[in-house]
């Protein structure tokens, strides 16, 4: 019996059919793994909203990196986002991305900083400065030319703070003058927010580790 019939050319039919009646076998032949196709990508995608609403409901967001600038100015503890990204987009390996989340999960509320070995503290630390770099490359050709410009010499760092009154979970480039953090003032200085009662001690210890152990930190040029 034809699948199809009406004012068409017999050889169209012909092809539909033969078309129709090979999906059709297909499908009888292969069912079982088709349907565990489609159960697993439902479940797939079950787990997958889960785990989204769950970290929606944790302020759990360490696949992203927020490099947040870090001043105090007038005695009033000041912090402005530079950049956010997800980590993959600026560490470029998926491999690399989830080890810098997997170091975020390691931090403490005595130490923030991301634990990364000594041997790799570079190539991590140098992928978030030449994003910081790219945004104010201009700065740079101007010096490069001799034209008057403002530069600063920062201090960078990852971190990931675990104590006080920290809204979201996340990656963060820590980046602060330099002359701050070799000589951070001894009085605590006004917030803008009380959350940012944490920042003030997280600066702090980046204070002590900088003198210990520099190498988990980054010198970079900013020029304006």
Known sequence: MRLFSGSHHPTELNEMNDALTSFLDYLRENWPELLWIVAAAGVASYLGGRRARSRWRNHDFLDRLNVSLTSIEEGKLRIRTI????????????????????????????????????????????????????????????????????????????????????????????????????????????????????????????????QKNPQRFIEMDICL
């Open 83 to 210: 950049l956010e990204m997800d980590c993959q987009d600026i560490f470029l390996n998926a491999s690399a991305a989830k080890t810098v989340v997997k170091l975020a999960r390691q931090t403490t509320e005595d130490d923030p900083i991301l634990p990364i070995p000594q041997a790799d503290c570079w190539q991590y630390l140098n992928a978030v400065l030449n994003e910081i770099s790219e945004r104010f490359a201009a700065g740079q050709i101007k010096r490069d030319l001799g034209l008057p410009v403002e530069r600063g010499e920062y201090v960078l760092c990852l971190t990931c703070e675990k104590s006080g009154l920290v809204r979201t979970q996340k990656v963060r480039g820590m980046l602060l003058r330099k002359t701050l953090l070799a000589a951070l003032p001894k009085e605590e200085p006004q917030y803008e927010s009380p959350t940012h009662k944490t920042r003030w001690k997280t600066i702090q210890q980046l204070a002590g580790q900088y």
